[in-house]
């Protein structure tokens, strides 16, 4: 079974500060993405890496970064949290040597509040 | 036009009944179909994977695509409270990137 883990599963945080939200994969999968929830709007992508120190922008990457160092390690980064980035945060992985590439195994998420 | 549009809901059905849940897209590039159950606080789980147009069933789960009209369902039979969750579906067009609907919230009633 795939295993997507996030180091947290709520956060809290004053604005301004610097987050860290880590996500671990253990199927040795070539991608990996982060996403955003927020009610009414769906899943929408932040970023998504498909190789280790390689990144792309998805569709809304302002005011976040993220680091790929490992290939089973998918970092995600808010430089300054802002109130407006508070939401739920979901890690996902796939692989593109299986008959299924485009499956995607999502994390149980990390609920991030900027107060 | 949204690529993939997927009424919201609410639905509330009674213990046994059949869901039909559905999805239309409008990109003809997808190839690829998904839908996903996501209980509440939860990460989304896979539920149904398909590539080419017609029916595949696993259990009580059945989903259907038909590519010409670009519609896609997931029909859910004896429904049980346990099936309560959102329904996602999602479609990939061979860039490792899916686009997902924005979810179905699915209540069954004991």
């Known amino acids: 079974d795939v295993k997507v883990t996030q180091s947290s599963r709520y956060l809290v945080k004053r604005t301004g500060e610097k987050v860290f939200l880590e996500c671990v994969q253990d199927m040795d999968h070539e991608n990996m993405f982060w996403y955003r929830q927020d009610p009414g709007l769906g899943l929408r992508l932040i970023y998504f890496?498909?190789?280790?120190?390689?990144?792309e922008k998805g569709d809304i990457p302002e005011g976040y970064s993220v680091s790929r160092e490992k290939k089973e390690r998918f970092s995600l980064i808010l430089e300054s949290a802002s109130t407006n980035q508070t939401s739920m945060y979901l890690c996902?992985?796939?692989?593109?040597?299986?008959?299924?590439?485009?499956?995607?195994?999502f994390g149980p998420g990390t609920r991030l509040l900027v107060l | 036009q949204k690529e993939v549009e997927q009424d919201p809901g609410p639905l509330s059905v009674p213990e046994g009944a059949i869901v039909s849940l559905n999805c239309t897209y409008s990109?003809?590039?997808?190839?690829?179909f998904m839908w996903y159950r996501q209980y509440s606080r939860k990460g989304p789980e896979l539920l149904m994977y398909t590539y080419s147009s017609g029916n595949k069933e696993d259990g009580r789960f059945t989903a259907q695509v038909d590519k010409s009209s670009k519609y896609i369902s997931l029909f859910i039979r004896d429904s049980q409270p346990s099936d309560s969750a959102t329904y996602l579906c999602a479609m990939g067009r061979g860039n490792y990137k899916l686009t997902f609907g924005k979810g179905t919230l699915l209540t069954v009633n004991p």
């Open positions: 890496s498909y190789d280790v120190k390689m990144k």
């Open positions: 990109n003809s590039a997808f190839q690829y």
């Open positions: 996902a992985s796939s692989s593109p040597r299986g008959t299924v590439q485009e499956t995607q195994y």
